[in-house]
């Protein structure tokens, strides 16, 4: 291009990278995954929107288990730390990750609070994401399951609103059902077939929070979730093996 | 608003891309973004234009092409019309997606000094 004097002119190169831009996340997240696999703990991501229900349904878990089993917690929050408090004062263990502005998780904001809750003592670890529907949705985090708390009350159109993250999800807990006499609008049918439209594998479970109604039905999902997810491993490692 | 943290991530991945070949400016970014990937390419947009001001890509066109959802079995291979139910029509197992959650960096077009 420089024709006067021929001197260093730029070449414009294209450069193929053909590279998901959550590359690097999801690297980290398969760390997380090896630390959890390690210690045989499980790690569910919690999400659904903000008033959802996802505290209670975990201040109902450990309610029901009543130190049966140990658990851990961290939970994903704007500003403060009450969800965490709320935690341990349900005897949960637990850690909050002030998340500023940002709207998820990730993986590197788990790994380092990793290093600052005691879980591995945990065989179940929650991990509540920030009250939002589409975000936490694109971040894998290490876990290993997906867990969708929707309200009876949020609406029934809202699988059908925000697919990517029902799409994703392994279990959809319906919260609130305790409140379905005063919401004569409201039919469960109708969540449960949006749910169907956007899950491959649809299954929900009832639940609330204020009755314990579905709470043994979720204790038995994650005990299951546990079992297939050490059986996968240990077949795993006898390939890896021979 | 994740699309700032994405847009963070391309700026990451362009800035080391041209670090490695001692490149100077960026004249064009492409990206292929899925219906299916949880990303607004028109948020995505006003934070690419937010945040590169200052950095390599200041004033480089961000090419966005869309990939349209696609869902298949994996039990059998078949592809599932959209908008079906998301079960195979063939062996009745639940579908997959097979297209449509790109968040992918295809390709940065730079310019590097003649030596
Ligand atoms: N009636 C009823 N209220 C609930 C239930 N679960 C949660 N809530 C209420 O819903 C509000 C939000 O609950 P919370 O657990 O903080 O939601 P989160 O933001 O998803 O963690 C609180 O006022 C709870 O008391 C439930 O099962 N039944
Ligand atoms: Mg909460
Ligand atoms: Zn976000
Ligand atoms: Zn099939």
Redesign the pocket.
């Not at chain 1, 500003?79 to 709207?103: V, Y």
């Not at chain 1, 971040?139 to 697919?163: I, R």
């Not at chain 1, 649809?202 to 999902?221: F, K």
């Given at each position: 291009m420089c024709e006067t004097c021929g001197c260093g002119d730029p070449d414009v190169v294209p450069v193929e990278v053909r590279e998901s831009l959550l590359a690097g996340n999801d690297r980290t997240a398969d760390h997380n995954r090896q630390h959890f696999a390690a210690q045989g703990v499980m790690a569910i991501n919690l999400m659904?929107?903000?008033?959802?229900?996802?505290?209670?349904?975990l201040e109902a878990t450990a309610a029901r288990l009543d130190g049966r089993q140990r658990l851990a917690a961290l939970s994903g929050d704007l500003a403060t730390d009450r969800?965490a408090a709320r935690l341990a004062r349900a005897g949960i263990p637990s850690l909050s990750i002030t998340t500023g502005s940002a709207c998820h998780l990730d993986a590197r904001l788990v790994h380092e609070a990793l290093h600052e809750l005691p879980w591995q003592e945990a065989r179940w670890l929650f991990i509540?994401n920030v009250?939002n529907l589409v975000c936490p949705a694109i971040y894998d985090l290490g876990q290993e399951a997906n867990v969708v708390?929707l309200s009876v009350t949020e609406g029934e159109d809202k699988p059908l609103k925000y697919p990517v993250m029902f799409h994703k999800a392994d279990l959809v807990v319906l919260?609130?059902v305790?409140?379905l006499p005063h919401l004569p609008g409201v039919e469960i049918e109708v969540i449960e077939d949006a749910l169907a439209r956007t899950m491959p594998e649809p299954r929900v479970i009832r639940?609330?929070?204020?009755t314990g109604e579905g709470i043994d039905e979720w204790l038995r999902w994650l005990e299951g979730r546990q079992a297939d997810s050490t059986a996968v491993a240990a077949s795993g490692e006898v390939v890896a093996g021979g | 608003m994740h699309e700032y943290s994405i847009v963070q991530s391309l700026l990451d991945r362009v800035e080391a891309e041209a670090a490695a070949r001692g490149a100077t400016v960026v004249h064009r970014l492409r990206l292929q973004i899925g219906e299916m990937s949880g990303v607004e390419t028109a948020l995505l947009r006003s934070a690419y234009e937010t945040f590169t001001d200052r950095s390599i890509c200041a004033g480089a066109d961000l090419e966005i092409v869309p990939v349209a959802v696609r869902w298949g079995c994996p039990a059998c291979g078949t592809d599932l019309p959209s908008g079906s139910a998301l079960r195979c029509g063939d062996c009745g197992g639940p579908a997959r997606l097979t297209a449509g959650d790109e968040i992918v960096l295809e390709r940065i077009e730079m310019e590097v000094p003649d030596v």
């Amino acid at each position: 291009m420089c024709e006067t004097c021929g001197c260093g002119d730029p070449d414009v190169v294209p450069v193929e990278v053909r590279e998901s831009l959550l590359a690097g996340n999801d690297r980290t997240a398969d760390h997380n995954r090896q630390h959890f696999a390690a210690q045989g703990v499980m790690a569910i991501n919690l999400m659904g929107s903000p008033g959802s229900g996802k505290t209670a349904l975990l201040e109902a878990t450990a309610a029901r288990l009543d130190g049966r089993q140990r658990l851990a917690a961290l939970s994903g929050d704007l500003a403060t730390d009450r969800d965490a408090a709320r935690l341990a004062r349900a005897g949960i263990p637990s850690l909050s990750i002030t998340t500023g502005s940002a709207c998820h998780l990730d993986a590197r904001l788990v790994h380092e609070a990793l290093h600052e809750l005691p879980w591995q003592e945990a065989r179940w670890l929650f991990i509540e994401n920030v009250g939002n529907l589409v975000c936490p949705a694109i971040y894998d985090l290490g876990q290993e399951a997906n867990v969708v708390a929707l309200s009876v009350t949020e609406g029934e159109d809202k699988p059908l609103k925000y697919p990517v993250m029902f799409h994703k999800a392994d279990l959809v807990v319906l919260t609130k059902v305790d409140l379905l006499p005063h919401l004569p609008g409201v039919e469960i049918e109708v969540i449960e077939d949006a749910l169907a439209r956007t899950m491959p594998e649809p299954r929900v479970i009832r639940a609330s929070a204020v009755t314990g109604e579905g709470i043994d039905e979720w204790l038995r999902w994650l005990e299951g979730r546990q079992a297939d997810s050490t059986a996968v491993a240990a077949s795993g490692e006898v390939v890896a093996g021979g | 608003m994740h699309e700032y943290s994405i847009v963070q991530s391309l700026l990451d991945r362009v800035e080391a891309e041209a670090a490695a070949r001692g490149a100077t400016v960026v004249h064009r970014l492409r990206l292929q973004i899925g219906e299916m990937s949880g990303v607004e390419t028109a948020l995505l947009r006003s934070a690419y234009e937010t945040f590169t001001d200052r950095s390599i890509c200041a004033g480089a066109d961000l090419e966005i092409v869309p990939v349209a959802v696609r869902w298949g079995c994996p039990a059998c291979g078949t592809d599932l019309p959209s908008g079906s139910a998301l079960r195979c029509g063939d062996c009745g197992g639940p579908a997959r997606l097979t297209a449509g959650d790109e968040i992918v960096l295809e390709r940065i077009e730079m310019e590097v000094p003649d030596v």
